[in-house]
Structures are given as structure tokens and as C-alpha cells.
């Protein structure tokens, strides 16, 4: 299996701030990686797919970057609604694997 | 738009078998283009991928190798939905249970609800 790696799990910030959240791979792929965010008693849903391609309606302060092992997940501007749990999930190859996720909390 | 129903116990006993639903609208489960997926969530593991069922000119399953002896997934065409079915449960396996559209670049587009199923006597 492909491990996925996600760091921080924890992370304080305010409105207004530019965060940065890492997915590490255990082994290199190509861009078939993905970003969820995920509120309380929700699914999770998606963001970026394929490392950087935003889905249709998500606001465009979210991107994605990497390729090989390293992935990225940025919010340009941390809005109030942005407060939530994000998680990694690679897609190269089943058996699929998520990220244990960060938790974005207000500062 | 794509929407997916899921239905199924909440509360099953140990050794017993889980069978969870997933009705598809907006889709269908015999897609060229997409795969039918189960995931689980738990405080302990985390999201957890389960299995997925697809067709392309036949019909195929990938499972995860932590359940692979113990689980199927099954796609129905009739009433354009697919199942979970999960044996020999143990309370390891309480969880909240997911099943999502896989699409473009293998990513979960769509998700069901979500269903907490607790193993217990």
C-alpha cells in the first residue's frame, strides 16, 4: 500500500492567514492525488483533484501543488467557513489511501 | 447532479454480517467512466477505503487487503445501486460508512450521507 503521510494534524490560524497543509507519499506517483475538506457530520468533500485541478465552485483561494511524493494543499486567505478538517487521498493505484488529515482551528 | 442514498442497520452484532446500500441517481452504477466506492471513518484509523465495483465491459472489484477475506461489493443494475456487505464483524469495525463516485483522475466526487454502524451485542 501507498502510505500517505499528512502533516500538521493540528493547525491554529486566523482569517485572513495563508495556510499550507503537506501529504508526503511513501512512494512516488504521478498527480493522482486529491484534498477533502471535511466539517462536523458531513462527508467529507472535494476540493483539488489530480494535485492541483480545482473542482467546479470551490473558491479559487484553495490550490493544490506537487507531483512524485510531496503534495501541497493552500488556502490563500483563510475565510471563517474555512475552519474544518482536510484530508489527502492518493488515487494512483487501489488499494486508495488517505492522509490521517489536519484539523484547521481558529486562533 | 449525482446523488447518492445509502441505507442499512446502524447496530449490528458481532460475527454478524453488515449489509449497507448505496442508491444512485443522476448516474448510473453501469458508468464506463466511473467507480462505485465504499469508505469508512473512525476516531482510530481515520478515513479508511474499503473496496470499489466498476464496469468496463465487465464488471470488476478492488478491495482493501485489511477486509479483503471478509467483504463484498456488489453492483445492482436493476435498481441502479451497489451494496456493502462486511462479515464476521467485530467492534473493531465500528464506524461511520461511506460510499462515493469515483470520476475524473480517480477522485470521490460524490458522496452518500453516511452511515454509523456500531457493533455490539
Known amino acids: 500500500d501507498i502510505q500517505m503521510t499528512q502533516s500538521p494534524s493540528s493547525l491554529s490560524a486566523s482569517v485572513g492567514d495563508r495556510v499550507t497543509i503537506t501529504c508526503r507519499a511513501s512512494q512516488s506517483f504521478s498527480n493522482y492525488l486529491n484534498w477533502y475538506q471535511q466539517k462536523p457530520g458531513k462527508a467529507p468533500r472535494l476540493l483539488i483533484y489530480?494535485?492541483?485541478s480545482l473542482k467546479s465552485g470551490v473558491p479559487s483561494r484553495f490550490s493544490g501543488s506537487g507531483s512524485g511524493t510531496d503534495f501541497t494543499l493552500t488556502i490563500s486567505s483563510l475565510q471563517p467557513e474555512d475552519f474544518a478538517t482536510y484530508s489527502c487521498?492518493?488515487?494512483?493505484?487501489?488499494?486508495?489511501?488517505f492522509g490521517q488529515g489536519t484539523k484547521l482551528e481558529i486562533k | 447532479q449525482v446523488q447518492l442514498q445509502q441505507s442499512g442497520p446502524g447496530l449490528v452484532k458481532p460475527s454478524q454480517t453488515l449489509s449497507l446500500t448505496c442508491a444512485i441517481s443522476g448516474d448510473s452504477v453501469s458508468s464506463n467512466s466511473a467507480a462505485w466506492n465504499w469508505i469508512r471513518q473512525s476516531p482510530s484509523r481515520g478515513l479508511e477505503w474499503l473496496g470499489r465495483t466498476y464496469y468496463r465491459s465487465k464488471w470488476y472489484n478492488d478491495y482493501a487487503l485489511s477486509v479483503k477475506s471478509r467483504i463484498t461489493i456488489n453492483p445492482d443494475t436493476s435498481k441502479n445501486q451497489f451494496s456493502l456487505h462486511l462479515n464476521s464483524l467485530t467492534p473493531e469495525d465500528t464506524a461511520l460508512y461511506y460510499c462515493?463516485?469515483?470520476?475524473?483522475?480517480?477522485?470521490?466526487?460524490?458522496w452518500g450521507q453516511g452511515t454509523l454502524v456500531t457493533v455490539s451485542s
Open positions: 462515493a463516485r469515483e470520476a475524473t483522475a480517480n477522485s470521490l466526487d460524490y
Open positions: 487521498h492518493q488515487s494512483y493505484s487501489p488499494p486508495y489511501t
Open positions: 489530480a494535485a492541483s
